[in-house]
């Protein structure tokens, strides 16, 4: 099994708002991911949590933040987004158990849309 | 500097036939290659890897090579079947690092 869960599918927010993405996965990896894409372009990567700490935050703007509350869940918190923030953000996880061959499981993504 | 180069946008393939989908890299620091699948408002799907120590890797009808003096690999699949219309991604990872490196990805068209 390697599911990679995300909520909502899709969300809509005004730049006001203050809104979560959730992320799940029950494989006990212990490296989970946030991407980013836009239409036409790879991923790109936001935030690394390993064993439950913020290993990386690729200079990512302070209007998202990361949470990793255990193991099988992490949250993007979003507040005063911008319209290019607009974008597919995707979840993916990995066992972290051998770097060599440690292969990254991605979610459905969440399709945020920022008015 | 893109480091993961695919450097064609798309690809037209008939059904049955081979698919061959390329990708070059340039840091010679990367040690673990993959390939991704992604269906329109999807996330990507994972295929097949293959590490710097080997040349080849094959998985049904995947099949991906890895030539490092060239610094190039490639991802086969045969027969191709209409599900495979996708966008592939190639990417790379540096070695004791977690940070993936993606390709710009291929858009692969089988016809019937």
């Known amino acids: 099994d390697t599911e990679v869960t995300q909520t909502p599918k899709h969300l809509v927010m005004g730049m006001t708002n203050k809104k979560s993405l959730k992320c799940e996965q029950h494989?006990?990896?212990?490296?989970m991911y946030w991407y980013k894409q836009k239409a036409k372009k790879p991923p790109e990567l936001m935030f690394v949590y390993s064993y439950e700490k913020l290993s990386i935050n690729e200079s990512v703007p302070s209007r998202f933040s990361p949470e990793c509350p255990n193991s099988s869940l992490l949250n993007l918190h979003l507040h005063a987004l911008q319209p290019e923030d607009s974008a597919l953000y995707l979840c993916?996880?990995?066992?972290?158990?051998?770097?060599?061959?440690?292969?990254?499981?991605f979610g459905p993504g969440t399709r945020l849309t920022v008015l | 500097d893109q480091q993961v180069k695919q450097n064609s946008p798309s690809l037209s393939v008939q059904e049955g036939r081979i698919s061959i989908l390329n990708c070059d890299y340039t840091?010679?620091?990367?040690?673990?290659f993959l390939w991704y699948k992604k269906y329109p408002a999807e996330g990507p799907t994972f295929l097949i890897s293959?590490?710097?120590?080997?040349d080849k890797n094959e998985d049904g009808r995947f099949t991906v090579f890895l030539n490092k003096s060239a610094k190039h690999l490639s991802l086969h699949i045969v027969p191709s079947q209409p599900g495979d219309s996708a966008v592939y991604f190639c990417?790379?990872?540096?070695?004791?690092?977690?940070?993936?490196?993606f390709g710009q990805g291929t858009r692969l068209t089988i016809n019937p």
């Open positions: 293959i590490s710097s120590i080997k």
């Open positions: 993916a996880s990995s066992q972290r158990t051998s770097l060599s061959t440690d292969t990254q499981y």
């Open positions: 840091n010679s620091m990367f040690d673990y």
């Open positions: 494989m006990g990896h212990r490296a």
């Open positions: 990417a790379a990872r540096i070695q004791g690092a977690q940070k993936l490196v």
